[in-house]
């Protein structure tokens, strides 16, 4: 009964590639995140979606491209992927935008080689 | 730098002794809230206090928030060897849209 799931936990790919992240809750909320953990743990914003509405794209490069199928869904591809693209991305869910507490899942580790 | 600052960057305590953790931001906040991330995992929600709100309890955690100074603190009293952890100061801003902006955390260790 995770709140906030995704998938893979662990991600080891090579320059170039493309992959996806997918990320899922189950707590009925509204909103949905990417965040970026680099290696300094510092934690960035990437994207936020309301009812499944692209409402904040931090500067991300566009081979970063969030996809919404409905409000308990949050994917993420990368398209060519890069060595500064290795870090833990973590989805997380609230009930309106940013004003209450956020349900992170558990972190995709992504290693590019 | 950041919108927040946790310090210090690194705590480690004695088990049973109290452990206070700073953060400061730069702009107007609706409310700062502060996480737990143990390692490997992802980052847990501990406690929000809102702009107006001067000092929140909860369990052994009390939290102050100084909007004068820009600055709250988290206390954890009677630490335990399971406090050990990263903790976040995060907050919530509008830049366009609302959203959360996270500090680099402080991480804390317990010693038993």
């Known amino acids: 009964d995770t709140a906030v799931s995704q998938t893979p936990k662990y991600l080891v790919t090579q320059m170039g590639n493309d992959k996806s992240i997918k990320c899922e809750q189950n707590l009925g909320h509204d909103t949905m995140y990417w965040y970026k953990q680099d290696s300094k743990k510092f934690l960035k914003i990437m994207f936020s979606y309301n009812n499944k509405e692209l409402i904040i794209n931090e500067t991300v490069p566009n081979r970063f491209s969030p996809k919404s199928p409905d409000k308990a869904h949050l994917n993420l591809h990368i398209n060519s992927l890069e060595l500064g693209d290795s870090a833990v991305y973590f989805c997380?869910?609230?009930?309106?935008?940013?004003?209450?507490?956020?349900?992170f899942g558990n972190g995709t580790r992504l290693t590019v080689t | 730098s950041q919108q927040g600052e946790e310090d210090p960057q690194a705590l480690s305590i004695q088990e049973g002794e109290n452990a206070t953790m700073n953060c400061s931001y730069k702009t107007s906040i609706n409310n700062l809230q502060w996480y737990r991330q143990n390692s490997g995992r992802g980052l847990v929600h501990l406690i929000l206090?809102?702009?107006?709100?001067r000092e929140k309890h909860s369990g052994r955690l009390r939290v102050t928030l100084d909007t004068s100074k820009k600055s709250s603190s988290l206390l954890i009293t009677a630490s335990r060897a399971a406090d050990t952890a990263s903790y976040f100061c995060?907050?919530?801003?509008?830049?366009?849209?609302?959203?959360?902006?996270f500090g680099q955390g402080t991480r804390l260790t317990i010693n038993p």
């Open positions: 206090i809102r702009s107006n709100e």
């Open positions: 995060a907050t919530a801003i509008i830049q366009g849209a609302q959203k959360l902006v």
């Open positions: 997380a869910s609230s009930q309106g935008e940013a004003q209450g507490a956020l349900h």
